[in-house]
């Protein structure tokens, strides 16, 4: 390879010279290990997991018309996504699996994505019961002393006194 004040290596092409101006390749022979090379501003910079498994979460819920929801949790480490089901139950556990398998990004992240949690199934039921005739609400009233057995029995005020 000819060299020059404006070619550079190509990492995936190698023997494809690429044009850098305003390049110091003085600069860039002179740089030690762990210091920032002048190339560096040319070079792309490697999408966060966040930013990969939120595009992913948005990309399933316009797929399936579903509200999709992701969690991290720093603990563990992982991303938690839930979702809500459509009118024909869809989408199911095994259809977003694959879904995340499919998508090359995303799926490097697989180990640190759970499907389908007990919190997400948990939203789920609340949210059914926020529907019409999806939930029975009783209404109870405590009594001061209700729950005060004078005589053994459980509450003296509504039994009979004994003869």
């Not at 101006?21 to 030690?32: F, H, K, L, T």
């Not at 210091?35 to 040319?42: A, W």
């Not at 991290?72 to 989408?91: L, Q, V």
Request: hydrophobic share 40%; charged share 30%; net charge positive.
């Amino acid at each position: 390879m000819r060299r020059g004040d404006e070619l550079f290596l190509n990492c995936q092409y190698p023997d494809l010279p690429i044009k850098l101006p305003g390049i110091d390749w003085e600069q860039v022979r002179a740089c030690r290990p762990g210091q920032v090379s002048p190339p560096r501003r040319y070079a792309r910079r490697p999408r966060s997991r966040a930013a990969v498994i939120r595009r992913w979460v948005a990309e399933l819920g316009a797929r399936y018309d579903v509200e999709v929801w992701a969690w991290y949790d720093a603990r563990d480490d992982t991303w938690e996504i839930d979702w809500t089901r459509n009118d024909d139950g869809e989408p199911t556990r095994d259809q977003v699996a694959t879904a995340l398998a499919a998508d090359p990004p995303a799926s490097r992240h697989r180990g640190c994505v759970e499907l389908d949690t007990p919190a997400g199934s948990a939203v789920r039921w609340a949210r059914r019961m926020l529907e019409p005739h999806g939930s029975v609400i009783l209404d109870t009233v405590i009594h001061a002393g209700a729950a005060v057995s004078t005589r053994g029995r459980p509450n003296a005020a509504w039994w009979p006194a004994a003869a």
